[in-house]
């Protein structure tokens, strides 16, 4: 029997959602950095006195996922009992829950009479902790985190809400931007200081035992609902396996392997056979498999119920200690996001023949990219942070998006705020053509993004994916188009490997191409008027219309039409 009436359930339930997204809305509108204003790299989420998670904000996955195991790790180096109104523990440790250094997650116990009521949660991606590259990021020459930059253990930078002005200090000392990174570290306090004083109101206005109650319900109805949509998919043993380009150049490709066993209600994720850990930064904390694994699971079976810790107590995930996806400390971690989107999709991969009708092709990959040097105009050091986010796959109805994030809530960071702030231009920022994997349903195109880099002693941390292991298509769908980096594209272009550490010169234009999505479904069985479409929106070429999807199509300029007949004819062929 509940202790709390469902009307007044519903009530504590929108509430602490609305406290989540108001703590984000406080990072977001007052954070210094373009990642975070521009890019929202970063989450929130409210947790109960226990540290579970009830209540998170409409940001990463990733992030939320380890997030649970980051509170818990701080409280364990600082009790409850410790805690006082106004503490907030700070940690960026990747194997407490971090996952990399540039992740800084900040606690905040809420209390109302004098009675611990919940905590306030964020974490942000900040620009730079120092380390061997700008923005703290390398993969090329990292053989373990030290190299990466600032590690901080479980931390009180604020006591009774009184920063500590010797930790502030010494994180100011480490990085190359502490404008941006203690604006960014002092958003993220402030806004907890939003969901704690939102807390305080709601255990005032209900009491401090129905909100309590109406946490422990939420949970235990998340969990019910997920045990439910789990015990829907057959149960068996599936597996999938895909590849990483490489760890850097002249590396060898990285097999990410997984066996999904769906038993009842419950569901274990392992990637046994996965390849093992790298001498690199291309390695993921076991904290952000499991967020992605989490995330993938999530969006099959119950996408719009709460997301919270009883979400996750149905799903066991496991990798082999050792692995890329399991590495022991000190591993290097700095460029994880890249494997965000392969864990990911290999459990939807997995999923594919029990879950037909709801998986996804793969996406084209992101690139994140990081540079720095010397800003001539500002007379400054900069490092700029980059998001280029491309096409989604397509799906058993319809087809993907273009340019959109995949696997998290992220967006494009605008032309107008690099060139703002950052000695950028941005000079081509488009769809790529006859990227996307033809289907019956079509993937998302490949986004081009060409940066002219007005910095001196330039230096460019690549990070991109899918340079050499094209995004999959499902049930008769093609792969995508392979994406690629140039240096100052058109006739005597450098390529950058995906994951290469560089110089560029003043003036040097970066050339961002990223491959095109998967497609689903046989590309005969798309609606020839849908090809004329995509070929009247630049999409598709006429000459790929006929290739891909045998669709004639004839005349010139936007004058054009369907040869029926000729079309009839090319298909019976296939």
């Keep these: 029997m509940s202790r709390i009436d469902p009307i007044t359930l519903g009530v504590v339930w929108g509430a602490l959602q609305s406290i989540a997204v108001e703590i984000g809305t406080t990072v977001h509108r007052t954070a210094y950095s373009e990642q975070a204003r521009e890019g929202q790299d970063f989450s929130v989420a409210v947790f109960d006195p226990a540290g579970r998670m009830v209540a998170q904000g409409p940001y990463s996955p990733g992030h939320m996922g380890a997030m649970s195991f980051a509170v818990r790790n701080a409280l364990a180096a600082h009790p409850v009992e410790t805690l006082r109104p106004g503490d907030a523990i700070l940690l960026n440790d990747p194997l407490l829950g971090s996952g990399h250094l540039p992740d800084f997650f900040i606690t905040q116990p809420a209390f109302h009479d004098g009675a611990l009521v919940g905590f306030a949660v964020n974490i942000l991606h900040h620009t730079d902790v120092g380390g061997q590259r700008p923005g703290s990021q390398g993969v090329e020459g990292i053989f373990d985190y030290f190299q990466e930059g600032l590690r901080i253990p479980p931390t009180k930078v604020w ?128 904290n952000y498999t499991r967020s992605y694994s989490y995330a993938a699971v999530k969006c099959l079976t119950d996408p719009l119920g709460p997301m919270n810790e009883g979400a996750l107590g149905p799903i066991t995930v496991k990798a082999p200690e050792g692995s890329f996806l399991n590495p022991r400390p000190p591993a290097g971690g700095g460029p994880r996001a890249i494997i965000c989107y392969r864990t990911f999709e290999s459990v939807l991969g997995a999923l594919a023949p029990a879950l037909p009708d709801r998986v996804a092709a793969a996406a084209s990959h992101m690139a994140n990219p990081t540079f720095g040097g010397w800003d001539r105009a500002r007379k400054r050091r900069f490092v700029a942070y980059e998001l280029v986010l491309s096409g989604t796959g397509a799906r058993a109805t319809r087809d993907g998006c273009e340019a959109m994030s995949w696997a998290f809530n992220a967006a494009n960071i605008p032309v107008e705020a690099q060139e703002a702030n950052q000695p950028i231009i941005v000079e081509r920022f488009e769809l790529i053509g006859d990227s996307a994997g033809a289907g019956k349903f079509r993937g998302g195109c490949g986004v081009r993004r060409d940066l002219r880099l007005l910095g001196d002693e330039g230096k460019l941390t690549n990070l991109s994916e899918r340079q050499k292991f094209a995004p999959y298509g499902l049930r008769g769908g093609r792969s995508g188009k392979l994406g690629r980096t140039v240096i100052n594209p058109g006739p005597g272009e450098q390529v950058v490997h995906g994951k290469q550490s560089r110089e560029f010169a003043y003036g040097d234009v970066v050339s961002f191409q990223q491959s095109g999505a998967g497609g689903y479904g046989d590309p005969f069985e798309r609606d020839p008027r849908r090809v004329l479409d995509d070929v009247l929106d630049d999409y598709v070429s006429v000459e790929a219309a006929h290739r891909d999807y045998g669709v004639v199509i004839v005349g010139t300029g936007v004058d054009l039409t369907i040869d029926e007949d000729a079309t009839c004819l090319e298909r019976s062929r296939a």
């Design 159 to 286: 006591k009774e809400y009184q920063e500590q002005e010797g930790i502030v200090g010494i994180i100011a000392a480490n990085t190359r931007t502490p404008d941006k990174v203690l604006g960014d570290l002092r958003a993220q306090r402030s806004a907890l200081r939003v969901g704690e004083l939102r807390l305080q109101e709601l255990a005032a206005r209900y009491g401090r035992e129905t909100l309590l109650a109406g946490m422990d319900e939420i949970v235990a109805r998340t969990e019910a609902n997920m045990r439910a949509a789990i015990a829907t998919i057959p149960d068996g043993v599936y597996r999938f396996e895909d590849f990483m380009d490489d760890y850097g150049p002249g590396t060898e490709p990285l097999r990410v392997a997984v066996t999904v066993t769906v038993d009842g209600s419950s569901m274990v994720i392992d990637y046994e056979g996965s390849s093992a850990q790298t001498a690199s930064g291309m390695n993921s904390y076991i």
